[in-house]
């Protein structure tokens, strides 16, 4: 059956209707899943993870890889990194979560909108909400992490938003050395630039990434861009 819209708008309509209509969100993802057809948000979820493309992406990333994963707000990749971290998993790898961008709630939520139980990640997920991010807190965090594991983090540009932090550029370093050394996939999800118009380009690639510091996008081994549903894969 085809969604009306891309699942993250279906998301951010339920988001909306939980908002005006004072109904708890699992309340608003099933009203807007029987509005598409489905008994409830799981079987909807369930139904449309074939058909996305995070299985594809996954199976084109290496260990060692440096990701970049963007798109401007709402466009889904945050769900997408999440779906990365459960495409691992099913291949029985293990995966980390660092976001300075959501709290646990609603990273567990999000999973949810997936249709992924976060009940049976058992202990091949890490989630990690705290202030502290940073790229030296996650390359202690993963120090002894196995040869595969995929590290997403959340997000690119909120990582030197405190002073004591090292630069950008020295922080991108630093998860690069830590994806190399140790065999890792860290995919790092990144904002788009508001200048970038969907109506002349349908999808935004790497001269688009919004950069407020210094940033060489050189650092980065493979990009993914996302835009109504819609995703350009880019390699050094």
Not at 14 to 32: C, E, F, I, K, S
Not at 85 to 105: H, I, N
Not at 204 to 229: E, I, M
Request: proline share 5%; with cysteine; glycine share 6%.
């Amino acid at each position: 059956m085809k969604l009306s819209a891309p699942i993250p708008m279906l998301k951010r309509r339920a988001r909306l209707l939980a908002r005006t209509g004072h109904m708890p969100l699992h309340q608003a993802l099933d009203r807007v899943a029987a509005e598409e057809g489905f008994g409830a948000w799981s079987l909807l979820a369930a139904t449309s993870a074939a058909t996305r493309p995070a299985g594809k992406l996954f199976a084109r990333l290496s260990p060692g890889d440096l990701v970049l994963l963007g798109a401007r707000p709402g466009q889904g990749k945050t769900l997408m990194g999440l779906e990365l971290a459960v495409e691992a998993m099913k291949a029985g790898r293990r995966s980390s979560f660092f976001t300075l961008e959501y709290t646990e709630k609603e990273v567990l939520d999000r999973f949810r909108a997936i249709g992924a139980d976060s009940a049976q990640l058992g202990d091949l997920f890490d989630l990690d909400s705290s202030d502290a991010i940073s790229a030296g807190h996650i390359a202690r965090r993963m120090a002894s992490s196995p040869r595969g594991t995929v590290v997403v983090v959340d997000y690119l540009q909120l990582l030197d938003q405190k002073r004591e932090n090292p630069s950008l550029m020295d922080q991108v370093r630093t998860l690069r050395s830590l994806a190399r050394d140790r065999g890792l996939i860290v995919v790092m999800i990144s904002q788009i630039d508001r200048s970038y118009d969907p109506s002349t380009k349908s999808v935004p690639d790497l001269d688009d990434v919004r950069l407020p510091n210094p940033l060489d996008l050189k650092l980065f081994d493979k990009a993914c861009f996302l835009s109504n549903g819609e995703m350009r894969f880019h390699t050094a």
